[in-house]
């Protein structure tokens, strides 16, 4: 008994037959619109005109369910009234194309039967009582007629009131488990929402990487800058003063980086995406002779030929190889190779092995941060120790496929 009335007693139940009286109001318009072909065929038979306008009715109907907005405002209104989860349609994505139309079509429909069914059963539940003060009570409907007299109009209010929330009840549940149904994102939706949310994420591990490359690299040469600049500051003012601008040229480009990736991810408009490349490698290394590295360059081939993304992954590879040298170094020379050979580029940097503790803490994440860069550009990666007492990062890429 108690599951029978619990649907009476939800605040959702009246809600969703506010729901339904709103798709009634906004079927009227319609169907003054259906019935003027109706009009001009009186000498045709009653019901041939009557489903005519009928069958116009529920095509305009559908007609209006088509545009985009009709959809957007439906979920809103079933998400506050109704109180379903139905996600928001995906931006520019239209679904199946019919089941806007055809929720409209029975929200208007289910509207009607509400108000016309339940307003006919209140009326009853209302007046029949007062029928039997006066001693009877005249009921007809499509031609049946019938007196009800004594505590058979008191039963028979009784009843229409309660046939009245239970068609309240039936609306309200019908369109609660429509609304998500013929409102909520198709299949194909889905699927898109699916394909955006892995590209979202692959672009926020993208960031993450370019952000611990850049961060990382700076905090590391700023904190070597930083000790050098103390060490020699009375014995060396110029060299102290060198050291603070180059921590403050990191920091700057660490800066920019750090506004743009913050900008991605709070998904607003960031400034032009920082565009650094093996053209800004001897800038880099000019930081890090500032630091008090010894950094020993060779070239082969002309970098020129690498553009686009595999520059710009390259310039990321070589600082996340230099800041690692940096860390956990023995202190010597570092020696970085950038070649261009034929279809591949080749970028190396070596540096002696500490025998104990570098003294900077590690995340676990560079090397393979870096792996799966260069796992994405189609390329080779090594990493580890190279002869007795030398660390070796190796990268190989395939210019043409990663351009």
């Known amino acids: 008994m108690i599951k ?8 959702s139940t009246y809600t969703g037959v506010l729901f339904a009286l709103v ?3 906004a079927g009227l318009p319609l169907a003054l619109v259906a019935l003027v072909p109706a009009a001009g065929m009186s000498a045709k038979p009653y019901a041939l005109s009557a489903a005519l306008s009928l069958a116009l009715w529920v095509v305009l109907i559908a007609l209006v369910g088509l545009a985009g907005a009709t959809r957007r405002v439906l979920v809103r209104a079933a998400r506050r009234l109704l109180r379903v989860a139905v996600a928001d349609p995906a931006a520019g994505a239209s679904g199946e194309r019919w089941r806007t139309p055809l929720f409209f079509v029975l929200h208007v429909l289910l509207g009607w039967v509400l108000l016309f069914g339940g307003s006919t059963l209140l009326v009853m539940g209302v007046a029949l009582p007062g029928g039997y003060a006066d001693g009877e009570a005249r009921v007809s409907l499509f031609g049946w007629s019938t007196d009800l007299t004594g505590g058979w109009s008191w039963a028979t209010a009784i009843l229409c009131l309660l046939l009245a929330a239970v068609l309240f009840a039936a609306v309200s549940a019908a369109l609660r488990w429509l609304a998500p149904r013929l409102l909520g994102p198709s299949s194909a939706e889905r699927l898109a929402m699916a394909a ?6 692959a672009e926020r591990n993208r960031l993450a990487h370019e952000l611990h490359d850049s961060i990382g690299h700076t905090l590391t040469a700023a904190t070597i800058q930083a000790a050098v600049a103390g060490e020699v500051l009375s014995a060396d003012p110029v ?19 750090l506004d743009y990736v913050l900008g991605v991810l709070r998904a607003e408009q960031a400034g032009t995406a920082p565009t650094r490349t093996l053209a800004d490698l001897p800038e880099l290394l000019d930081r890090l002779r500032h630091a008090g590295a010894v950094v020993v360059p060779e070239t082969v081939g002309d970098p020129a030929r690498v553009h686009g993304t595999l520059s710009r992954a390259a310039y990321r590879i070589v600082q996340e190889g230099l800041t690692n040298a940096l860390r956990h170094g023995a202190g010597g020379p570092i020696r970085l190779r950038v070649a261009v050979a ?11 092995i500490k025998s104990g503790p570098s003294g900077f ?17 189609h390329g080779e990666f090594e990493a580890g120790r190279h002869g007795t007492d030398e660390w070796r990062l190796a990268v190989r890429l395939p210019i043409r496929l990663a351009a």
């Open 4 to 11: 029978v009335i619990r649907p009476l007693l939800r605040g």
């Open 23 to 25: 798709g009634a109001v």
């Open 196 to 201: 955006e949310r892995e590209r979202a994420l």
């Open 239 to 257: 060299a102290a003063r060198a050291a603070m601008r180059s921590i403050e040229e990191s920091t700057r480009a660490a800066l920019e980086d």
């Open 342 to 352: 034929g279809e591949w580029l080749e970028l190396s940097v070596r540096n002696g």
């Open 361 to 377: 803490p590690t995340s676990g994440h560079g090397l393979p941060g870096l792996a799966e860069r260069v796992r994405l550009l």
